[in-house]
């Protein structure tokens, strides 16, 4: 398969980071880490660089590849299956953000950091639901001043460069870079159950900032444009999780024995299997679709990208929790991984909105064309 | 005016086949067609229709898409069709879908089961006499496999049939014949070899023709009031050995063929209406400002119901891209996955309708006769859509199927 677009063989690049993880985050390491209560495996992070994965979507003239959705979608998948801990999405959404703020200096800057890996990103959750935030963005002292609260950041601790949405004097939504070391900036790490990834929060207080920090976009297409390509993420995400361990649980019914046979021979474990399979190829086909739209810039892509979600999202859930269900007692402990998948299935419902923020925005589309 | 009348003459002779190779004039010439020839309250002329009137205007509306050449334009050319591909056919059905056409239900296994089975195991004989016989004179078929002790085992099916000379005397009794009290022939499966090491090594294929001394037809009235089923008699029935499908003993292999009819372009053209039935759902709760619209937990259903229609009608478009790559299909999986996937759906939305439908659905209605399964009855659409997930192969049997022949798992 070939993404027509760019000439990239995108079964190859599936094959590429699938067999990079298996080595750089096997289960093993990824439960070292999780152990851990890491923020950042750095060894990781540093080869998924050294490999151009940040670089993905960067435009080739600030050093990146100029990839787009679908390239984007496979290497996403492959980082769902491996339930891989390395905060790229963020740092791809920031690059998106970036790609709608010119070519001055300090974007070009900014997104060639983010492209090689010298700089990770973070940028406000955004959900279906209006565009909101609790920072004020004001002018003073021949520059601007930041104050308030920015919440969920994903992997937001592992970031040194903040994309934010903030709220101007005259009420307008406007999108402003914050770098997390400089004063008057107080983040905190809140760990989530999925240990793969955390969430941050960041308090800013009279933080003064030069005026070129804020991104000279539209702010409420941006934000829809990023609630897309991070819908379909998180959807990609799903996908792979969702693929591994049900394969990880085929392989177990095949091979466990009770009463003298194999425990898939049973016809109520069977039945959920095929059930979940269905489901998969369903979903499946969604997210292709949406990511296709997507790359084509299509006027349905913001639509099919939130449907993608939400079902992808709750496909998964129920196939990783099926999943602890059908290993018994060893699907329950600490050192088996379905848990890790059944805790990222849980996240990925309420990343970038849950799924009835995005069955109410689907639906509010949907009518809109009716 | 009675029903078997026809009651509308187009303005002009329509040929969409002869615009075949410009999929814009195609697409033009089969709307136009279908807006000269349908007649605009057939669903209330045909709401509570007696069998006469409903059979009457199934015939009528095949030799009306027969004299475009719409009916059998899916067959090869070699056969009297016009050898289309997925892209004429995805147009044909989003067409008929949106004109809100009747769907020729009576002439299915005529359309799709019988060549599906003729083509590959047929004798030149049989395909120039019945495909000629769908063709030109709309002959009816029905299938009888099932058995009153042999539905999803189908294979322990138990109906007799013993050569003597030049015929083979067949007994036994046949049971869930869509349309068989209407059939002028029947595809029939029966015992040829009682011994056999595997019950399905010893079953043969016949053309059974309805009219044979010995056959006796009687409907079956289903759950939703109407009689669509049959059960088929078979007193000392003689089948010419001509009328046999195939090698003796070869039966099972061949009705798989048949059965691979099913979940194919009859699902793609149901698909293509549940979608349009979504819409106009959905304009309709627009327009009337429906209560369901505003609760929370019926709208996401809906919606959620909605992404999942849009995930059927995908797998639909990939397997038919898979099957015109590999007509035959041999070890396809997404066909499976489809008719599961489409059961479900259907009983999910069916069930919606009648909830939202509130005490108003309970109301006893007349059904609309070959209305297919969003009649805006939402009771009798309910019932209706047990058709798929019982028939041809239970949903029970084929996630069986999918987990032993697919995922590997044991037996």
Same mark, same amino acid.
């Given at each position: 398969?070939?993404?027509?677009?760019?000439?990239?063989?995108?079964?190859?690049?599936?094959?590429?980071?699938?067999?990079?993880?298996?080595?750089?985050?096997?289960?093993?390491?990824?439960?070292?880490?999780?152990?851990?209560?890491?923020?950042?495996?750095?060894?990781?992070?540093?080869? !998924?660089?050294?490999?151009?994965?940040?670089?993905?979507?960067?435009?080739?003239?600030?050093?990146?590849?100029?990839?787009? =959705?679908?390239?984007?979608?496979?290497?996403?998948?492959?980082?769902?299956?491996?339930?891989?801990?390395? %905060?790229?999405?963020?740092?791809?959404?920031?690059?998106?953000?970036?790609?709608?703020?010119?070519?001055?200096?300090?974007?070009?800057?900014?997104?060639?950091?983010?492209?090689?890996?010298?700089?990770?990103?973070?940028?406000?959750?955004?959900?279906?639901?209006?565009?909101?935030?609790?920072?004020?963005?004001?002018?003073?002292?021949?520059?601007?001043?930041?104050?308030?609260?920015?919440?969920?950041?994903?992997?937001?601790?592992?970031?040194?460069?903040?994309?934010?949405?903030?709220?101007?004097?005259?009420?307008?939504?406007?999108?402003?870079?914050?770098?997390?070391?400089?004063?008057?900036?107080? %983040?905190?790490?809140?760990?989530?159950?999925?240990?793969?990834? +955390?969430? =941050?929060?960041?308090?800013?207080?009279?933080?003064?900032?030069?005026?070129?920090?804020?991104?000279?976009?539209?702010?409420?297409?941006?934000?829809?444009?990023?609630? !897309?390509?991070?819908?379909?993420?998180?959807?990609?995400?799903?996908?792979?999780?969702?693929?591994?361990?049900?394969?990880?649980?085929?392989?177990?019914?095949?091979?466990?024995?009770?009463?003298?046979?194999?425990?898939?021979?049973?016809?109520?474990?069977? +039945?959920?299997?095929?059930?979940?399979?269905?489901?998969?190829?369903?979903?499946?086909?969604?997210?292709?679709?949406?990511?296709?739209?997507?790359?084509?810039?299509?006027?349905?892509?913001?639509?099919?990208?939130?449907?993608?979600?939400?079902?992808?999202?709750?496909v998964y859930f129920r196939i990783a929790e099926d999943a602890v269900?059908?290993?018994?007692?060893?699907?329950?402990?600490?050192?088996?991984?379905? +848990?890790?998948?059944?805790?990222?299935?849980?996240?990925?419902?309420?990343?970038?909105?849950?799924?009835?923020?995005?069955?109410?925005?689907?639906?509010?589309?949907?009518?809109?064309?009716? | 005016?009675?029903?078997?009348?026809p009651t509308v003459s187009p303005a002009r002779v329509f040929d969409?086949?002869?615009?075949?190779?410009?999929?814009?004039?195609?697409?033009?010439?089969?709307?136009?067609?279908?807006?000269?020839?349908?007649?605009?309250?057939?669903?209330?002329?045909?709401?509570?229709?007696?069998?006469?009137?409903? *059979? &009457?205007?199934?015939?009528?509306?095949?030799?009306?898409?027969?004299?475009?050449?719409?009916?059998?334009?899916?067959?090869?050319?070699?056969?009297?069709?016009?050898?289309?591909?997925?892209?004429?056919?995805?147009?044909?059905?989003?067409?008929?879908?949106?004109?809100?056409?009747?769907?020729?239900?009576?002439?299915?296994?005529?359309?799709?089961?019988?060549?599906?089975?003729?083509?590959?195991?047929?004798?030149?004989?049989?395909?120039?006499?019945?495909?000629?016989? *769908?063709?030109?004179?709309?002959?009816?078929?029905?299938?009888?496999?099932?058995?009153?002790?042999?539905?999803?085992?189908?294979?322990?099916?138990?109906?007799?049939?013993?050569?003597?000379?030049?015929?083979?005397?067949?007994?036994?009794?046949?049971?869930?014949?869509?349309?068989?009290?209407?059939?002028?022939?029947?595809?029939?499966? &029966?015992?040829?070899?009682?011994?056999?090491?595997?019950?399905?090594?010893?079953?043969?294929?016949?053309?059974?023709?309805?009219?044979?001394?010995?056959?006796?037809?009687?409907?079956?009235?289903?759950?939703?009031?109407?009689?669509?089923?049959?059960?088929? /008699?078979?007193?000392?029935?003689?089948?010419?050995?001509?009328?046999?499908?195939?090698?003796?003993?070869?039966?099972?292999?061949?009705?798989?063929?048949?059965?691979?009819?099913?979940?194919?372009?009859?699902? /793609?053209?149901?698909?293509?209406?549940?979608?349009?039935?979504?819409?106009?759902?959905?304009?309709?709760?627009?327009?009337?400002?429906?209560?369901?619209?505003?609760?929370?937990?019926?709208?996401?259903?809906?919606?959620?119901?909605?992404?999942?229609?849009?995930?059927?009608?995908?797998?639909?478009?990939?397997?038919?891209?898979?099957?015109?790559?590999?007509?035959?299909?041999?070890?396809?999986?997404?066909?499976?996955?489809?008719?599961?996937?489409?059961?479900?759906?259907?009983?999910?939305?069916?069930?919606?309708?009648?909830?939202?439908?509130?005490?108003?659905?309970?109301?006893?209605?007349?059904? *609309?006769?070959?209305?297919?399964?969003?009649?805006?009855?939402?009771?009798?659409?309910?019932?209706?859509?047990?058709a798929w997930s019982i028939s041809g192969g239970t949903v029970e049997?084929?996630?069986?199927?999918?987990?032993?022949? *697919?995922?590997?798992?044991?037996?």
């Open positions: 398969m070939t993404d027509t677009e760019t000439g990239m063989d995108l079964i190859a690049l599936r094959d590429g980071v699938r067999g990079v993880l298996a080595e750089q985050a096997s289960h093993e390491r990824v439960k070292a880490f999780a152990d851990a209560e890491q923020i950042l495996d750095k060894a990781l992070w540093d080869q !998924a660089a050294g490999l151009g994965w940040t670089a993905l979507s960067a435009p080739e003239c600030f050093g990146g590849l100029g990839l787009g =959705a679908l390239e984007l979608g496979v290497v996403q998948q492959e980082l769902g299956r491996a339930v891989a801990p390395l %905060p790229w999405l963020g740092t791809m959404l920031a690059v998106e953000i970036l790609s709608h703020a010119g070519e001055g200096p300090q974007v070009a800057a900014w997104t060639e950091g983010l492209a090689t890996g010298t700089r990770i990103g973070a940028v406000s959750m955004v959900t279906p639901e209006a565009l909101s935030t609790d920072l004020i963005l004001s002018s003073g002292a021949g520059g601007l001043v930041l104050n308030g609260f920015a919440g969920d950041l994903m992997d937001g601790s592992a970031a040194d460069l903040l994309i934010l949405l903030a709220r101007r004097e005259d009420g307008k939504l406007a999108w402003v870079v914050v770098e997390p070391s400089i004063d008057g900036v107080t %983040p905190e790490k809140i760990g989530t159950v999925d240990r793969t990834r +955390h969430l =941050a929060q960041v308090r800013f207080t009279d933080v003064w900032l030069p005026s070129e920090r804020l991104l000279a976009v539209d702010a409420e297409r941006v934000g829809q444009a990023l609630l !897309a390509t991070a819908s379909l993420a998180i959807a990609a995400d799903c996908d792979g999780g969702a693929n591994a361990i049900l394969e990880l649980t085929l392989d177990y019914l095949k091979t466990r024995q009770q009463f003298g046979k194999p425990i898939g021979s049973f016809q109520a474990l069977k +039945h959920r299997c095929a059930e979940h399979k269905i489901a998969l190829v369903a979903s499946g086909g969604l997210l292709a679709e949406a990511t296709d739209r997507l790359a084509r810039g299509d006027d349905e892509a913001l639509r099919l990208a939130l449907a993608a979600k939400a079902l992808c999202a709750s269900q059908l290993h018994g007692g060893i699907g329950y402990t600490w050192e088996h991984p379905c +848990h890790l998948y059944l805790k990222r299935a849980r996240l990925n419902q309420q990343l970038f909105g849950g799924e009835t923020a995005h069955l109410d925005r689907v639906a509010q589309l949907l009518l809109a064309a009716a | 005016m009675t029903l078997s009348t969409p086949l002869a615009h075949k190779d410009d999929l814009t004039a195609f697409r033009a010439e089969v709307r136009a067609w279908l807006e000269a020839v349908v007649p605009a309250d057939w669903q209330t002329r045909m709401t509570g229709a007696d069998e006469a009137d409903y *059979v &009457a205007f199934q015939r009528w509306w095949f030799a009306e898409m027969q004299k475009v050449g719409l009916a059998t334009p899916h067959w090869p050319r070699d056969w009297g069709g016009a050898d289309i591909g997925i892209r004429h056919q995805t147009i044909i059905f989003e067409e008929v879908a949106r004109a809100g056409a009747p769907g020729p239900e009576l002439f299915v296994i005529s359309l799709y089961h019988l060549p599906a089975t003729l083509f590959g195991h047929g004798s030149q004989a049989q395909r120039d006499r019945y495909l000629t016989g *769908v063709k030109e004179r709309g002959e009816v078929w029905c299938q009888g496999f099932s058995e009153p002790n042999a539905g999803s085992d189908l294979a322990s099916l138990r109906t007799r049939a013993e050569r003597r000379g030049d015929v083979y005397v067949v007994n036994g009794q046949k049971v869930w014949s869509s349309y068989g009290a209407f059939a002028d022939y029947c595809l029939l499966l &029966a015992r040829t070899d009682f011994e056999a090491p595997k019950k399905q090594a010893g079953i043969t294929y016949f053309i059974l023709d309805m009219k044979a001394p010995g056959v006796t037809v009687r409907p079956i009235r289903q759950a939703t009031g109407q009689s669509e089923f049959c059960e088929i /008699f078979l007193d000392n029935v003689e089948i010419p050995v001509a009328d046999r499908i195939g090698e003796e003993n070869a039966g099972w292999m061949i009705a798989q063929s048949t059965l691979s009819a099913e979940r194919g372009l009859i699902v /793609f053209e149901l698909s293509e209406r549940m979608a349009r039935a979504f819409d106009a759902d959905l304009a309709e709760a627009k327009r009337t400002d429906a209560a369901w619209l505003k609760d929370d937990q019926l709208r996401r259903e809906f919606t959620a119901a909605y992404s999942d229609m849009v995930t059927l009608r995908l797998m639909i478009r990939a397997m038919m891209q898979e099957v015109e790559a590999d007509p035959h299909m041999g070890s396809a999986t997404l066909p499976t996955y489809i008719k599961i996937h489409f059961s479900n759906i259907l009983r999910r939305y069916t069930d919606f309708r009648v909830r939202i439908g509130g005490l108003a659905a309970q109301a006893q209605q007349p059904a *609309v006769m070959g209305g297919g399964h969003q009649t805006g009855n939402a009771m009798h659409d309910f019932i209706l859509s047990y049997i084929l996630k069986t199927v999918i987990a032993e022949r *697919v995922l590997g798992l044991p037996r």
